[in-house]
């Protein structure tokens, strides 16, 4: 028998065993890895990370995509997505490694009027600014269980497109001229009346003394037309898609002809968070993101502050529009805790209007007409729902590219909307998650040669954003809410790690060191169990990360660990060992050679292999 | 309360017509100065103790308006005539013992 039949022979029966298995393991990994803040990686260029992280496996990755800032796609050969998402996520450098699956192809809303609505479908080179929120639906169609508060000027209730996704609200106005709905003080009636200031008005010097100056001007919906871009209801056959899908809008009336005063919108704040609010009754349906697509000039308050604490203590993000400005970040969106959204084009550079400054957190489309000519139509509004009535309401429709629905107003929803996709995504996430993640997966400001860079502007306010003048960058919902699924939290996966041979009658070490937790997580308690064998071994201590063990005899023993983390969460693994024979004693002589092992004999075999391929003619 | 902010001020009409923070409209009605108070316990707003302490703080007139939390209250407050700013009456408001601090209440708009 020459080398190459012994050879063979071998392998025939090594085909059988998993030794060699992963040799014929055709799996192609492909994988979402994103890197922690800290990682020293974020030093080298984008495939290179990946290059490195793959190695340190042993495996050749390859970088398929970068999905997102710090985030990669990466794709192995030789084990399934899971496996190396597992790996992956024990690396010190990686935040997060999720398998990248594949989905089916997902209808369109049939919404009429989804054409329209270009900024919650993909961006393209025309359209740089749009959030894909439509990929984002494949991940979570939303959940009616997350609330988002609309503290605005009330909603039109019974509009169709929104009547279905509405709780139970409020109306937070104090002073019955301002309300302007025949009720005395604050009510339960969140319905929007209209804010219309008539020539009456004008000269009604009990309004004047409260208001100030006033100008005539129609109802204006606001409340309306933000709960629409936030939540309308989506296939529905009817009007538009909202941000949030299933998402139900809690309606919280306190703008009213001349706009509302803080102590009102604090109130109505404080309510939309669960906290109370004397004499008024408790929210039964607490909100987890409260939309302020209101602002005016000035620091932020003492009063905001203490709020706004209070408010993020109970859970609840607060998201507020930074102002249309062109200038300082307006209260309350400057006030530490708020994320505040400021406006971009649709190619992504900041839209003229929009207030700009170190406190913006994120950047969203906020409308832009491009078209400034009379009777030409806006090109690029955000579509929504309103009332036609121009004082009082009348029937319901909804905006279109004659109107100019532009605004951080309009761009604050598109957040909110966001922030409630990513809570039905994964619920256990706290609110500053959802801020954090909503920044992290957001996507580059693109740069026109042709603009100053913020916060130089041109003569029309436009220019290039910044991460110091715009925020993180341009809202990316699909990615947000990927990061916020990513994170959800997991049970913690037990791992036990053993020396390669084991004898019987000598303590070998047991090791956990590649259990895995949720970030965030550390690992309290550790349970070591024997759950069979040839005899009973012994543990150094059964209720410790790497004890030793003895096995008194040789065989197959099993044993269990169940690890638990800090926040009681379990992960049990089990784990067989081959326990050796102890050697026999010799005088010397060199012994009588002894059974080979299967691990020994099949390294040897493979080296054999690659001695006779090299030596093959031909190669 | 009407009778009793007409007394107060009706004396002083030339110079508070010059001031923005209380200045009376054409019908009388003084709107007076609006601020949010916080106390650093719960405090009721509109408790005659409670409106008495922010008239030792300088206001010539405090009415409560409305409530945001158990520990802070809306009022609308005469300002002295001798601080016609109110800034004196705020910094003593902010000074006073289990005031946590008096914000301007402004007004908010859509955008």
């Known amino acids: ?22 040799a014929a393991d055709t799996s192609e990994a492909r994988v979402i890895v994103k890197l922690k803040a800290s990682s020293t990686l974020k030093q080298i260029q984008a495939a290179g990370r990946v290059e490195t992280l793959g190695s340190r496996l042993g495996l050749t990755a390859h970088m398929v995509s970068q999905p997102g800032r710090d985030l990669h796609v990466m794709r192995a050969s030789g084990l399934t997505s899971e496996a190396l998402a597992a790996r992956l996520a024990r690396d010190a450098d990686v935040e997060y490694a999720v398998p990248d699956r594949i989905k089916k192809i997902s209808a369109l809303p049939n919404d009429p009027l989804y054409g329209f609505q270009w900024y919650l479908q993909a961006p393209d080179t025309t359209r740089l600014a749009a959030t894909n929120a439509q990929a984002a639906w494949d991940v979570t169609s939303g959940s009616s269980a997350v609330i988002v508060a609309v503290v605005d000027s009330g909603v039109r209730l019974d509009h169709e497109d929104l009547a279905p996704r509405l709780v139970e609200g409020y109306d937070f106005i104090t002073d019955n001229l301002n309300a302007n709905d025949n009720q005395n003080g604050r009510d339960a009636d969140p319905s929007d009346p209209g804010d ?89 349906t607490p909100a987890r993101v409260i939309n302020l697509s209101l602002a005016g000039a000035g620091s932020c308050s003492a009063a905001y502050r203490s709020a706004i604490a209070e408010i993020r203590a109970a859970g609840t993000l607060i998201v507020a529009a930074a102002g249309n400005e062109s200038g300082a970040v307006d209260e309350p969106a ?113 740069l026109d040669s042709a603009l100053p860079t913020c916060p130089i502007t041109s003569a029309d306010g436009q220019c290039n ?37 084991p004898v019987a009658g000598t303590a ?67 784990t067989t060992i081959e326990v050796q024979p102890a050697a026999a004693k010799s005088s010397g002589g060199g012994g009588g050679g002894g059974a080979i092992d299967i691990g020994s004999l099949s390294a040897l075999l493979c080296l054999a292999i690659l001695a006779a391929r090299r030596r093959l003619p031909g190669r | 309360m009407q009778i009793k902010h007409l007394l107060g001020c009706a004396p002083l009409l030339p110079m508070l017509l010059a001031t923005s923070a209380c200045a009376l409209d054409p019908a009388g009605s003084s709107p007076g100065l609006a601020v949010i108070v916080g106390f650093s ?50 910094d003593a408001l902010r000074r006073q013992p289990g005031v946590d601090y008096a914000s301007i209440d402004k007004p908010k708009d859509t955008r």
């Not at chain 1, 028998?1 to 030794?19: C, D, E, P, Q, V």
């Not at chain 1, 429709?397 to 604050?412: E, I, K, L, N, P």
Request: hydrophobic share 40%; with cysteine.
């Open chain 1, 196 to 284: 219309y200031v008539s020539l009456a008005d004008r000269n009604n010097p009990a309004l004047v003394a409260l208001c100030g100056t006033l100008s005539t001007q129609g109802s204006s919906w606001h409340g309306t037309q933000v709960a629409g871009i936030l939540a309308a209801e989506t296939n529905n056959s009817r009007g538009i898609a909202g941000m949030g899908g299933a998402t139900r809008i809690q309606p919280i009336r306190v703008l009213g002809k001349c706009g509302g005063f803080d102590s009102d919108i604090i109130a109505g704040m404080r309510w939309a968070a669960g906290l109370a609010v004397p004499g008024v009754p408790s929210n039964p």
């Open chain 1, 508 to 574: 070998f070490t047991l090791g956990s060191a590649g259990s895995t937790v949720p970030s965030g997580a550390t690992l309290v308690s550790w349970k070591w169990i024997q759950l069979s064998g040839p005899g009973t071994g012994s543990f150094s201590a059964d209720n410790i990360a790497s004890p030793s063990f003895t096995a008194p005899v040789a065989g197959t023993y099993v044993l269990s660990l169940t690890v638990t983390d800090d926040a009681g969460r379990q992960g049990t693994s089990q």
């Open chain 2, 41 to 90: 316990t719960p405090t009721p707003g509109s408790a005659p103790e409670t409106l008495d302490r922010l008239t030792k703080a300088g206001a010539s007139d405090a009415r409560f308006v409305s409530s945001l939390s158990p520990r802070s209250h809306s009022y609308r407050l005469q300002c002295p005539t001798t601080d016609p700013g109110c800034n004196r009456m705020l």
């Open chain 1, 465 to 501: 954003c910044t991460t110091t003048t715009c925020g993180a960058g341009m809202l990316n919902t699909a990615g947000a809410v990927s990061a916020a699924a990513a994170a959800a939290v997991t049970d913690p996966v037990a791992s036990i790690s053993v020396p390669a041979s």
């Open chain 1, 334 to 446: 400057n006030c530490p805790g708020v994320l505040a959204v400021a406006g971009i084009r649709h190619v992504g550079t900041k839209v003229g209007y929009s207030s700009h400054g170190v406190e913006v957190g994120i950047s969203a489309p906020a409308g832009n007409c491009v078209n400034i000519q009379l009777g030409q139509p806006c090109l690029f509004p955000l579509v929504t729902l309103t009332n036609q009535g121009s004082t009082s309401p009348t029937s319901n429709t909804y905006t279109g590219t004659g109107d100019s629905t532009v605004g951080t107003s309009f761009a604050t929803p598109l957040v909110a909307g966001t922030a409630a996709l990513m809570l039905a995504a994964n619920p256990g996430l706290a609110e500053a998650d959802v801020a954090r993640f909503i920044k992290s997966s957001a996507s580059p400001f693109p």
């Open chain 1, 1 to 22: 028998m020459n080398a190459l039949t012994r050879i063979g022979l071998a392998l025939s029966a090594l085909a059988a065993t998993s030794l060699c298995a992963h």
